[in-house]
C-alpha cells in the first residue's frame, strides 16, 4: 500500500493486560520503526526492523515488549501485562532501501502511521 | 548521547507573522535532518536536509541547514491558524556501514499557536 496501516486506532486494557499493535509499511519499504509518544510532544525510538530481521532495539523495555515483522505479516508491537505508564500512542513508520552514501539522492525520510493510542486503565 | 534541541517550545503569533524555528542537535554519524508537523495525528513530512546552505521551500515554509554549527532552522512566512500544529525536528543518522537505517533522534517540538 501507499501509506503507512496501524491497527487499531485506539485499544483500551485494563492493567495487566496483554495488548498488541499492527502496522503494515508502505510496499517496498525495508525499514520499520516503533515509536512511543508518551506526551505530545517526545517520540522515543524503541526498535526498528530491516525487513524481518531486528535492526536496532536499544529502545525496547527489557521486559514486557516485544516486536515482530514476520514476511508476509503486518509487523506487530506487543505488551504483556500492560501499565498504567504505557498508555501513550504507539506510532510505526517506515523507510526505504537505502543505497549508502553512493546515492545521495536516496530518500530517506520515514513515513508514519496515524499511530495506535493505547489507553490502560 | 545523541540529542537534538528544539526552541521556542511554544510560540503564538497573529496570522500574517513570520516565525522561525530553530533544530540544534549533536548526534554522531549525521546524515540528514529533517521537519515534521504533528497536527492530530502522525507527523507528515516536509523537509530533509542533507547539505549546508542549501534552501528548502514549500509554499510559505522554508528550511535551511547549517552543518558547522549543527542547527537548522525551519521558517513559516505569512502564517495562518492552518499552521498551528507541533513541528518537529530529527536528526537521521547512519550506521557506520555508511547506509542509514533512518533510526529517527526527535527534538521536543515546538508547539505553533497561530490566532485569527
Known amino acids: 500500500g501507499e501509506e503507512v496501516a496501524q491497527t487499531p486506532k485506539h485499544l483500551v486494557r485494563g492493567e495487566g493486560q496483554k495488548a498488541k499493535l499492527y502496522c503494515a509499511p508502505i510496499k517496498g519499504h525495508s525499514y520499520v520503526f516503533w515509536y512511543q509518544q508518551v506526551l505530545k510532544n517526545e517520540f522515543k525510538f524503541l526498535i526498528s526492523f530491516q525487513n524481518e530481521n531486528v535492526f536496532d532495539e536499544t529502545g525496547m523495555p527489557k521486559e514486557r515488549f516485544s516486536a515482530k515483522c514476520l514476511p508476509n505479516s503486518p509487523c506487530s508491537l506487543e505488551i504483556q501485562a500492560t501499565k498504567l505508564e504505557d498508555s501513550a500512542v504507539y506510532f510505526c513508520a517506515s523507510s526505504q532501501r537505502h543505497r549508502g552514501l553512493i546515492s545521495l539522492l536516496a530518500n530517506t525520510e520515514a513515513f508514519f502511521g496515524q499511530g495506535t493510542r493505547l489507553t490502560v486503565v | 548521547e545523541d540529542k537534538v534541541v528544539q526552541s521556542p517550545l511554544s510560540l503564538v503569533v497573529h496570522e500574517g507573522d513570520t516565525v522561525t524555528l530553530n533544530c540544534s542537535y549533536e548526534?554522531?554519524?549525521?546524515?540528514?535532518l529533517l521537519w515534521y508537523k504533528q497536527e492530530k495525528k502522525a507527523p507528515t513530512f516536509l523537509f530533509m536536509l542533507?547539505?549546508?546552505?542549501i534552501e528548502k521551500k514549500s509554499g510559505r515554509l522554508s528550511s535551511i541547514l547549517d552543518k558547522k554549527e549543527l542547527f537548522s532552522i525551519l521558517n513559516i512566512t505569512a502564517t495562518q491558524t492552518g499552521d498551528s500544529a507541533i513541528y518537529l525536528c530529527a536528526a537521521d543518522l547512519t550506521n557506520a556501514g555508511g547506509t542509514s537505517y533512518g533510526k529517527l533522534t526527535f527534538g521536543q517540538g515546538t508547539i505553533l499557536t497561530v490566532h485569527p
Open positions: 542533507t547539505s549546508s546552505g
Open positions: 548526534v554522531t554519524n549525521f546524515r540528514s
